[in-house]
């Protein structure tokens, strides 16, 4: 995979592209890391890539020029026509299904906005996708990116040290993940669970299933609006409300 992010503060990513995940993915060839500054890509003499905006109003609106120049640019040498992938408050609330989805494309390009603004040609003819990663508002797009990047990386091939690793996680099932423990196995009078220490692995993945389904409930009952669970699951889930009750 190939991941292009266009930023005015491209030195922000250099910590995070890296370190951890994101450097060891670099390192065994699952994806390539590039960031451009959007002001390389202005014709304008200051290299300025905001204007004010029609109508009046606060603040500045990026340009399409610079955006679109640099999108064209890239794409220019790119195999596959890329995913374009605008950070934006206003977008799709992003998930792990999305994650999952963007993982298996092979190019994608990152627009990080800052100041008050896109013009809307830039949304409405550039753009493949829109993603948000809350209802919040941070001051630009490069902290949304490298969280959604993030995401998407480890789901690929080869990058995490155990192919299922992720199959695991919380939200990959659409279940919260089960609680985790590690030696020792008595740290001050808090025990971990017998079953864990059974060596009995179909009561140790029956405990585990319980606990997420546990976890899910006490946490973020919504999820199972979304969710086809099996008869055994439903009538773990009707055990946990009456207990409830």
Not at 61 to 88: D, S
Not at 216 to 233: G, I, K, M, N, V
């Amino acid at each position: 995979m190939n991941i292009h992010v266009l930023s005015l503060f491209p030195d922000m990513f250099t910590g995070v592209f890296g370190s951890s995940i994101l450097k060891k993915a670099q390192e065994k060839g699952a994806v390539t890391l590039a960031v451009s500054d959007i002001r390389d890509y202005s014709d304008n003499k200051h290299k300025q890539v905001d204007d004010y905006p029609y109508g009046g109003g606060a603040g500045m609106v990026l340009k399409p020029e610079p955006m679109f120049h640099a999108v064209e640019t890239l794409t220019q040498h790119m195999n596959k026509k890329p995913r374009i992938i605008l950070m934006c408050p206003q977008g799709d609330r992003f998930t792990q299904k999305k994650a999952e989805e963007l993982a298996k494309e092979e190019e994608l390009i990152f627009l990080c906005g800052h100041y008050e603004g896109y013009d809307e040609r830039i949304r409405e003819y550039l753009v493949t996708d829109e993603i948000s990663i809350g209802d919040f508002v941070l001051t630009g797009g490069e902290l949304p990116a490298m969280t959604v990047i993030d995401a998407v990386v480890r789901l690929l091939p080869g990058v995490l040290g155990q192919e299922d690793s992720h199959i695991h996680d919380s939200f990959s099932t659409g279940l919260l993940e089960h609680p985790h423990y590690t030696r020792p196995a008595d740290f001050r009078g808090m025990t971990v669970p017998d079953v864990l220490v059974s060596g009995n692995h179909g009561k140790i993945e029956k405990w585990r299933e319980e606990e997420s389904l546990r976890r899910t409930f006490e946490r973020r009952p919504d999820l199972f609006d979304h969710l086809e669970l099996s008869a055994s699951q439903k009538a773990f889930l009707e055990t946990l409300k009456k207990e409830k009750e």
